[in-house]
């Protein structure tokens, strides 16, 4: 985001996360060979050798991923893909990964070799979706969204309404991503993320009652408190006049996270920027 907006760059880091999440399919082998009768049902016995060495690599590229290691898995999936070229997961991920890596050409190249192998992949559209939009093509990533949402049967409705709503914000549609957000929550009530970032957008929308409801869920549970959440909550308990609440929070934030940017925001009172 630009300049004008660094303010609530850290709130929609809680959600970042959210859009990087693997194609669900991405351990289930691969495509029925065209020997196969249409009706049959393929099962671990139908894949060969070489299925089952890309779908190892496969996962081990995935374990390496998630724990940081995006050089590691790199190599992990291109044996995966020496292995299996038309491995439509492997080129999904490696998506990912040259995305995490900042190689954004090589990236959007994985992600529509993706595509075009699985044309039907509403992770690997959700997770394109979310390079775009980190790209600032935020038209381009609507696109993706809406295909992802609309393919039947997709599991990650609230995942991919959750990363949309933000991305609608990063391009300050604020009507939008509150409506967006909203039918996420109404899906998962129980997902933080999504209540930060609903409760941020209501913030920079002047709906300070409604951002309050939804950041006092957050805080209300400790293990979820952060200095992003308890920022969120003073500031917007600043907004409504509370000085006795922001004081309140601000001594908790101060002193559960003495060290992070929130705390020095707070200490010279810089609650709007």
């Known amino acids: 985001m630009t300049s004008k907006h660094s303010g609530n760059a850290r709130t929609w880091w809680l959600a970042a996360g959210i859009a990087l999440v693997l194609a669900s399919g991405l351990l289930q082998g691969c495509t029925t060979p065209a020997s196969k009768p249409p009706q049959d049902v393929r099962t671990e016995s139908d894949q060969t050798d070489t299925d089952r060495r890309a779908r190892v690599r496969l996962e081990l590229a995935a374990a390496y991923f998630g724990r940081g290691q995006a050089a590691t898995a790199l190599d992990e999936v291109k044996l995966a893909l020496q292995a299996k070229p038309d491995l439509a997961d492997a080129h999904n991920l490696r998506g990912l990964i040259y995305a995490s890596m900042g190689e954004a050409g090589l990236a959007e190249d994985s992600f529509k070799q993706a595509l075009q192998l699985n044309p039907r992949d509403a992770d690997a559209m959700q997770n394109y979706g979310w390079f775009l939009c980190q790209q600032r093509r935020f038209a381009d990533a609507e696109v993706q969204f809406n295909a992802a949402l609309a393919v039947p049967n997709y599991r990650d409705v609230t995942r991919t309404l959750l990363t949309m709503g933000v991305c609608q914000a990063r391009n300050n549609q604020w009507p939008e991503a509150e409506r967006t957000l909203q039918r996420s929550y109404e899906l998962d009530p129980a997902n933080p993320t999504t209540a930060v970032n609903l409760?941020?957008?209501l913030l920079r929308r002047g709906e300070f009652e409604r951002a309050r409801f939804y950041i006092r869920?957050?805080?209300?549970?400790?293990?979820?408190?952060?200095?992003?959440?308890?920022?969120?909550?003073?500031?917007i308990e600043n907004k409504l006049g509370q000085a006795g609440q922001v004081r309140l929070l601000g001594?908790?934030?101060v002193n559960r996270f003495p060290q992070s940017a929130e705390a020095l925001s707070f200490e010279k009172g810089r609650f709007d920027e």
């Open 251 to 253: 001594n908790q934030l």
């Open 199 to 201: 409760s941020e957008v």
């Open 217 to 235: 869920r957050v805080n209300a549970v400790d293990e979820l408190v952060s200095a992003q959440t308890l920022w969120l909550a003073i500031r």
